[in-house]
């Protein structure tokens, strides 16, 4: 199915074709590995596992899935420092080396960010390669050399720079974002990692060196410039690295189209040679009961915040799913209890689907069965919300007891291809239940047990009793028993 995206460089929604034959590549801007990632940066994943699932499952096409991972910038050196208080035990201990310190730190998160994301139903395996970046340092060197050789790049202190000022005479700088030039300082420059600002200025590709933090070697135009590299760098570096030059669709949440997208571009451009990528999809904000999430309004949560509430992670994925990407989402805990009810209610369909029964043989025509309309939808700029919809209408048209056996199952099959995108259902018979025994009536019966090893049969009818009038049988075996809860 010919599938179409809103492209942030055309500002409009544009039909996709891939650039090499069947085949998509997709890079989406991962996790900032210094803590545990939050239901905001969950979104922007999740919104790039609804792509590739959609290229991959309504496309039919195959898919390279990149998803870094950011372990070099301000806040993972800061809290992976030596005595830092964001250190923790299952860290292992830390060593007068910054960049093992640094690598253990990182490594810690990036398992949890993998539970994490797992636990919202993506698929670990779809990732082609989620590189780190301190794994490409050297080539993230070459490509400032590129730059730097190409006349765009200058050293300053121990630092080198973008020249914004002389790329924008030679390029187009501000293809994501519209530039301010009037208000443009030459010469301004950013340093950190944190972009609060909305200007254009000379951006950092490679950092002087500071005490206590981790260092490597670098060389340029016969200059020691040891340090580490900038955060736009690192991306730039591993789309190509992994990729390859041009690759088709780069993914981030909003606040990444300036400058951190911007200056990608930059680079890859005047480094390489290359326009990085035709497409940039981004996804708006999540904000928590209609709040930006922070930490002092006390409305941020990570996924493990929500899961020690009680939330179920499959509910918290459909919710995400049922707003459409481009607008803000507002997370709500009513939001989440609708979406349980939702697919609950898929879940029981599809439960009754596999159960045999006495059926009204109601016939499905094949242009009803929902696969094709909730795909269609999810092709147009996926449309998950839409999509849902069309399935609830399927399911409310044709009850799943009242269908013919072909028909029941025509549906399974295509509900199995709908959960590929979603991935929130069974598509099986409903298991049988696990009876589970309450440790009361289960100490009842032992007394009853002793009771009667020692003959005492009125205290052992008594107790029987007692069980009954709780809901349980006791069945005597030759040296035990089995409790089976009355009327099940
Ligand atoms: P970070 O770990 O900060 O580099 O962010 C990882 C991803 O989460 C990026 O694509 C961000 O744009 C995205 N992101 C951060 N906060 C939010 C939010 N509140 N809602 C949606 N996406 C977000
Ligand atoms: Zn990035």
């Known amino acids: 199915m010919q599938i179409s995206l809103y492209n942030s460089l055309s500002r409009r929604i544009e039909p996709f074709t891939p650039l090499k034959e069947n085949l998509v590549r997709i890079y989406s801007c991962g996790p900032t590995v210094y803590n545990f990632a939050h239901i905001g940066n969950m979104r922007a994943f999740l919104f790039a596992d609804l792509l590739q699932r959609a290229m991959r499952f309504v496309g039919n096409y195959d898919v390279k899935w990149v998803m870094n991972i950011t372990d070099i910038d301000d806040k993972t050196i800061r809290d992976s420092k030596l005595g830092s208080s964001a250190w923790l035990p299952e860290m292992g201990e830390q060593t007068e080396d910054p960049k093992e310190n640094l690598r253990n730190f990182t490594t810690y998160y990036e398992q949890k960010f993998y539970e994490d994301i797992r636990s919202l139903g993506v698929n670990t395996d779809h990732f082609y390669a ?240 929902p696969a094709n309309q909730v795909f269609s939808e999810l092709a147009n700029d996926l449309h998950s919300p839409k999509a849902l919809a069309r399935l609830f209408e399927f399911i409310n048209e044709f009850p799943a007891n009242k269908l013919s056996e072909q028909s029941k199952k025509n549906v399974i099959n295509d509900l199995e291809r709908i959960n590929g995108i979603f991935a929130v259902w069974e598509i099986s018979a409903k298991p049988e239940e696990e009876i589970i025994i309450p440790s009361e009536i ?47």
């Open 442 to 488: 289960i100490e009842l019966a032992e007394q009853r047990k002793v009771a009667k090893a020692n003959k005492d049969y009125a205290a052992a009818d008594a107790l029987r009793k007692q069980i009954a009038e709780l809901g349980y049988n006791v069945l005597d075996k030759k040296d035990s028993y089995d409790i089976i809860p009355i009327n099940k």
């Open 130 to 369: 989620n590189p780190r970046a301190t794994d490409f340092i050297w080539q993230m060197q070459n490509l400032i050399k590129k730059i730097y050789d190409n006349g765009y790049a200058y050293i300053s202190g121990g630092s080198v720079y973008f020249n914004v000022s002389k790329w924008a005479q030679a390029d187009t700088y501000g293809r994501l974002k519209k530039i301010d030039w009037e208000n443009f300082q030459q010469g301004s420059r950013v340093d950190a990692d944190t972009y609060e600002r909305e200007d254009a200025s000379d951006f950092v590709l490679w950092k002087e060196q500071k005490e206590g933090e981790p260092i490597w070697e670098f060389e340029l135009d016969g200059k020691s410039l040891p340090g580490r590299p900038g955060w736009h760098l690192e991306c730039s570096t591993m789309e190509y690295e992994i990729l390859e030059l041009p690759f088709d669709i780069h993914t981030g949440g909003v606040d990444l189209k300036f400058p951190h997208h911007e200056d990608e571009i930059a680079q890859s451009k005047a480094g390489y040679g290359i326009d990085p990528n035709p497409f940039w999809c981004h996804n708006e904000f999540l904000e928590v009961e209609g709040k930006k999430m922070s930490k002092s309004l006390g409305n941020f949560f990570t996924i493990r915040d929500l899961v020690a509430k009680g939330l179920d992670t499959r509910d918290i994925r459909l919710a995400m799913l049922s707003a459409h990407y481009s607008t803000k989402y507002n997370f709500t805990f009513d939001g989440v209890e609708s979406a349980r009810k939702a697919r609950l209610k898929v879940q029981d369909y599809i439960y009754k689907l596999f159960e045999l029964s006495e059926s009204d043989n109601i016939e499905v025509p094949d242009e009803k069965l």
